[in-house]
């Protein structure tokens, strides 16, 4: 599919979308690839991410890495040896990997991640402790006597400091710098080591101290990005209540529920398990599912969605999904893959950071030796600016100010029912031009309704002409005579010698006279057409409905017109998708007259009809050259060639539906257009966060690089100023996940 960016992936079984190792890693001969997942307690965001993907750069067999940062798991496609490799690699680059159990679910992992985040949060005392320390350090060094015994002292105090706070952090940063990596634990070491030794011991202490406690901070604030989508996955009760053999109820593990059982709902609970209704009228609240903010009727034969509520009655639903298979545990899956792609913006931000850290690296090493040889500079202050440059050279800020963003994006979008498969996506949708409609369930409720009757005969009145066609519609499983059935609200009279006249009507005896109920050709058969009648029908047909006429053995008595209505939601919907610069473009396979007629009522210009599929996608490319980036908007399964050509496909109304959901970049879980604008709305607002993210980080990097070289910047205050940077895109990141206007 061509989209208007494209990153290079493949989504797979482990719940993440897995992007295509280096080229050069082949599997041996003979060896047979496997997918592993394993989960690292120390993976919280992006750094650890490309930490880990350089530390398996250079294991041989490697196919595929798969991240998962929302249950901190990797899952790694590799033969037996890669896989052993991989793992010896991760734990020299300093980092615990722990095999996950092919049975565990997501809801598992996500309770082993809390219990990772518990522990890291019970580190909290020993930092403070730490600090203590380092403050005392700091007291002894101004306000005791500069005598050895105090200095001796102070500078215990500043290496037991050091020793609480700063051991992973020198563990990872001596594997960095033996690999010849400038990561920020590399940095941290070698300025906390170079403080030290100059002997400026308490701002060493202090730094490692306060980088240690800003990096928990900073952990759990991620956090709420990062595990925001387990509030979708606790909205399916652990337990369901199943009907026995013996008819009796019995509360299980809704993971134990199997296909075709029979599960008991009651007012006011959740509902396990996706369902068909069996037994019971009640309303369901779908908005965990599909947005939608208006509790939704269900009778039997009506499909409810685990994690929805039934608010009224009680039901009896028929499981259609296992737990780990419902429409819920899917959009799940799917924002965990999205999570784990790379947006344009982020890849930017990885190769720039990239080339930031090396070039801050090397003005250091030019300020400790060019300062003092070139400028006179003393060489201890030299040495002193070029630590602080150092700590100013960390890219934490700046590539952390991508992913929560884009992760808080996509997660704002899956609560109102946007399923967005990736960040690629979430960003692009603010450059699409023009969008092409499909008609039926995209603009109108792809269901025929009655919307016009007139009783024509003198001698019979509306009450009785609805009665025969009512009668006779009832007796046939056409559309059109199902939509005429049910817009009439007349008693049924007995249909005798009822007989379907194939592509025409149906016909049978009611009273003492033989009944049609039929399409225009079939009048015409009859000879009872008259100018008048003809005047009627095209009135009718111009407006882009299907007429039905019912007749008796001598004269037509009544006109039945049927149309596919469009959404309420669908004027307003277009209205906005204009005032956001987008045009909406009509493509249908219906007549050119019913294209024009749905067309002018949802206040679209430019519709075509007539269309069959091959048009469809010339009608794209067409859009394409026109007005530039071009979505498609359909069911995600019918017209294939436009949804590929078009730069972004979008499924519409694809709660429960799989193909829908595999289809399309974007999938609206309900059938409400206005989730279009707002998609485009969302994705112009991360990507003004996202610059101002990267303009922040940058733009307060830049002030403390210019005060390091002046010599007016310490090194706690870079560690504030990079740490606080980084606080500080979080929390603008996480500014996504708030409530914004609804449409509905």
């Given at each position: 599919?061509?989209?208007?960016?494209?990153?290079?992936?493949?989504?797979?079984?482990?719940?993440?979308?897995?992007?295509?190792?280096?080229?050069?890693?082949?599997?041996?001969?003979?060896?047979a690839?496997?997918?592993?997942?394993?989960?690292?307690?120390?993976?919280?965001?992006?750094?650890?991410?490309?930490?880990?993907?350089?530390?398996?750069?250079s294991?041989?067999?490697?196919?595929?890495?798969?991240?998962?940062?929302?249950?901190?798991?990797?899952?790694?496609?590799?033969?037996?040896?890669?896989?052993?490799?991989?793992?010896?690699a991760?734990?020299?680059?300093?980092?615990?990997?722990?095999?996950?159990?092919?049975?565990?679910?997501?809801?598992?992992?996500?309770?082993?991640?809390?219990?990772?985040?518990?522990?890291?949060?019970?580190?909290?005392?020993?930092?403070m402790?730490?600090?203590?320390?380092?403050?005392?350090?700091?007291?002894?060094?101004?306000?005791?006597?500069?005598?050895?015994?105090?200095?001796?002292?102070?500078?215990?105090?500043?290496?037991?400091?050091?020793?609480?706070?700063?051991?992973?952090?020198?563990?990872k940063?001596?594997?960095?710098?033996?690999?010849?990596?400038?990561?920020?634990?590399?940095?941290?070491?070698?300025?906390?080591?170079?403080?030290?030794?100059?002997?400026?011991?308490?701002?060493?202490?202090?730094?490692?101290?306060?980088y240690?406690?800003?990096?928990?901070?900073?952990?759990?604030?991620?956090?709420?990005?990062?595990?925001?989508?387990?509030?979708?996955?606790?909205?399916?009760?652990?337990?369901a209540?199943v009907?026995?053999a013996?008819?009796?109820?019995?509360?299980?593990?809704?993971?134990?529920?199997?296909?075709?059982?029979?599960?008991?709902?009651?007012?006011?609970?959740?509902?396990?398990?996706?369902?068909?209704?069996?037994?019971?009228n009640?309303?369901?609240?779908?908005?965990?599912?599909?947005?939608e903010?208006?509790?939704?009727?269900?009778?039997?034969?009506?499909?409810?969605?685990?994690?929805?509520?039934?608010?009224?009655?009680?039901?009896?639903?028929?499981?259609t999904?296992?737990?780990?298979?419902?429409?819920?545990?899917?959009?799940?899956?799917?924002?965990?893959?999205?999570?784990?792609?790379?947006?344009?913006?982020?890849?930017?931000?990885?190769?720039?950071?990239?080339?930031?850290?090396?070039?801050?690296?090397?003005?250091a090493l030019?300020?400790?030796?060019?300062?003092?040889?070139?400028?006179?500079?003393?060489?201890?202050?030299?040495?002193y600016?070029?630590?602080?440059?150092?700590?100013?050279?960390?890219?934490?800020?700046?590539?952390?100010?991508?992913?929560?963003?884009?992760?808080?994006?996509?997660?704002?979008?899956a609560?109102?029912?946007?399923?967005?498969?990736?960040?690629?996506?979430?960003?692009?949708?603010?450059?699409?031009?023009?969008?092409?409609l499909d008609?039926t369930?995209?603009?109108?409720?792809?269901?025929?309704?009655?919307?016009?009757?007139?009783?024509?005969?003198?001698?019979?009145?509306?009450q009785?002409?609805?009665?025969?066609?009512?009668?006779?519609?009832?007796?046939?499983?056409?559309?059109?005579?199902?939509?005429?059935?049910?817009?009439?609200?007349?008693?049924?009279?007995?249909?005798?010698?009822?007989?379907?006249?194939?592509?025409?009507?149906?016909q049978g005896?009611?009273?003492?006279?033989?009944h049609?109920?039929?399409?225009?050709?079939?009048?015409?058969?009859?000879?009872?057409?008259?100018?008048?009648?003809?005047?009627?029908?095209?009135?009718?047909?111009?407006?882009?409905?299907?007429?039905?006429?019912?007749a008796?053995?001598?004269?037509?008595?009544?006109?039945?017109?049927?149309?596919?209505?469009i959404?309420?939601?669908?004027?307003?919907?277009?209205?906005?998708?204009?005032?956001?610069?987008?045009?909406?473009?009509?493509?249908?396979?219906?007549?050119?007259?019913?294209?024009?007629?749905?067309?002018?009522?949802?206040?679209?210009?430019?519709?075509?009809?007539?269309?069959?599929?091959?048009?469809?996608?010339?009608?794209?490319?067409?859009l394409?050259?026109?007005?530039?980036?071009?979505?498609?908007?359909?069911?995600?399964?019918?017209?294939?060639?436009?949804?590929?050509?078009?730069d972004?496909?979008?499924?519409?109304?694809?709660?429960?539906?799989?193909?829908?959901?595999?289809?399309?970049?974007?999938?609206?879980?309900?059938?409400?257009?206005?989730?279009?604008?707002?998609?485009?709305?969302?994705?112009?607002r991360t990507?003004?966060?996202?610059?101002?993210?990267?303009?922040?980080?940058?733009?307060?990097?830049?002030?403390?690089?210019?005060?390091?070289?002046?010599?007016?910047?310490?090194?706690?205050?870079?560690?504030?100023a990079?740490?606080?940077?980084?606080?500080?895109?979080?929390?603008?990141?996480?500014?996504?996940?708030?409530?914004?206007?609804?449409?509905?």
């Amino acid at each position: 599919m061509n989209k208007v960016t494209e990153d290079t992936q493949l989504c797979n079984v482990g719940g993440a979308c897995a992007q295509d190792a280096t080229p050069s890693q082949e599997l041996l001969p003979g060896a047979a690839a496997e997918n592993t997942v394993y989960r690292i307690p120390a993976m919280d965001c992006a750094t650890e991410e490309m930490e880990i993907r350089q530390a398996l750069s250079s294991v041989v067999g490697v196919r595929r890495l798969g991240f998962a940062l929302g249950t901190r798991t990797l899952m790694i496609t590799a033969g037996a040896a890669g896989q052993q490799q991989a793992q010896d690699a991760i734990r020299a680059a300093g980092f615990e990997i722990n095999l996950v159990d092919a049975g565990q679910s997501g809801q598992t992992l996500q309770a082993e991640s809390a219990d990772d985040d518990r522990r890291i949060g019970a580190g909290l005392a020993r930092l403070m402790g730490a600090l203590i320390l380092a403050v005392g350090a700091e007291a002894l060094a101004y306000l005791a006597p500069a005598t050895l015994l105090v200095k001796v002292v102070g500078m215990a105090l500043a290496a037991a400091a050091i020793g609480l706070s700063g051991l992973s952090v020198y563990k990872k940063g001596l594997v960095a710098l033996s690999r010849a990596r400038l990561n920020i634990n590399a940095l941290m070491s070698v300025a906390v080591t170079g403080a030290f030794v100059i002997g400026q011991w308490p701002e060493a202490a202090m730094v490692m101290a306060l980088y240690a406690i800003a990096e928990l901070i900073e952990a759990r604030a991620v956090d709420q990005a990062r595990n925001a989508i387990t509030s979708l996955m606790a909205l399916a009760p652990d337990e369901a209540e199943v009907r026995q053999a013996d008819g009796s109820w019995v509360r299980v593990a809704a993971a134990s529920v199997h296909l075709e059982a029979i599960i008991r709902v009651k007012p006011g609970e959740r509902v396990p398990l996706d369902g068909v209704v069996t037994v019971g009228n009640s309303a369901i609240n779908q908005a965990p599912v599909t947005g939608e903010s208006i509790p939704v009727d269900k009778q039997p034969g009506d499909l409810v969605f685990a994690g929805t509520i039934n608010e009224t009655g009680l039901l009896e639903c028929r499981v259609t999904a296992v737990a780990s298979n419902t429409t819920l545990a899917r959009i799940i899956h799917a924002v965990e893959e999205a999570q784990s792609t790379r947006a344009p913006t982020q890849r930017f931000v990885d190769r720039f950071a990239a080339i930031y850290t090396p070039a801050i690296f090397v003005i250091a090493l030019a300020v400790a030796i060019v300062g003092p040889l070139g400028f006179g500079w003393p060489w201890l202050d030299a040495l002193y600016k070029a630590l602080v440059l150092l700590v100013i050279a960390c890219p934490c800020a700046l590539v952390i100010s991508t992913p929560v963003t884009v992760v808080s994006g996509l997660t704002a979008a899956a609560r109102r029912g946007i399923l967005i498969k990736g960040g690629t996506y979430l960003e692009d949708a603010r450059k699409i031009k023009a969008i092409a409609l499909d008609k039926t369930g995209t603009v109108t409720e792809g269901k025929p309704r009655l919307v016009a009757f007139d009783a024509i005969a003198a001698d019979h009145t509306e009450q009785r002409t609805g009665s025969l066609a009512a009668s006779l519609a009832a007796h046939s499983d056409h559309p059109v005579s199902k939509a005429i059935a049910a817009g009439l609200d007349h008693p049924l009279e007995a249909v005798d010698e009822f007989n379907a006249l194939a592509g025409r009507g149906v016909q049978g005896r009611v009273g003492d006279d033989v009944h049609a109920l039929g399409n225009h050709r079939l009048i015409e058969d009859r000879g009872q057409c008259s100018a008048e009648l003809e005047a009627r029908l095209a009135e009718h047909e111009s407006q882009g409905r299907t007429v039905t006429l019912l007749a008796s053995s001598t004269k037509v008595l009544g006109l039945f017109a049927v149309a596919d209505t469009i959404k309420a939601s669908s004027r307003t919907a277009i209205a906005e998708l204009r005032a956001l610069g987008v045009t909406p473009v009509m493509l249908t396979g219906d007549n050119e007259a019913t294209a024009r007629s749905i067309a002018a009522q949802a206040g679209i210009e430019d519709a075509r009809g007539n269309l069959l599929p091959e048009d469809k996608l010339a009608a794209i490319r067409d859009l394409q050259r026109q007005y530039g980036p071009t979505a498609m908007t359909g069911d995600g399964i019918n017209d294939a060639p436009a949804l590929a050509q078009a730069d972004m496909g979008i499924a519409m109304g694809a709660a429960g539906t799989d193909t829908a959901m595999e289809a399309a970049d974007i999938v609206i879980m309900n059938d409400d257009l206005r989730r279009i604008p707002e998609t485009i709305r969302l994705s112009r607002r991360t990507h003004s966060v996202l610059w101002q993210n990267i303009t922040l980080a940058l733009g307060i990097k830049s002030v403390f690089l210019v005060l390091a070289l002046l010599g007016s910047a310490t090194m706690w205050m870079a560690v504030f100023a990079d740490m606080g940077a980084s606080l500080l895109v979080v929390f603008n990141g996480l500014r996504l996940l708030r409530p914004t206007e609804r449409t509905d």
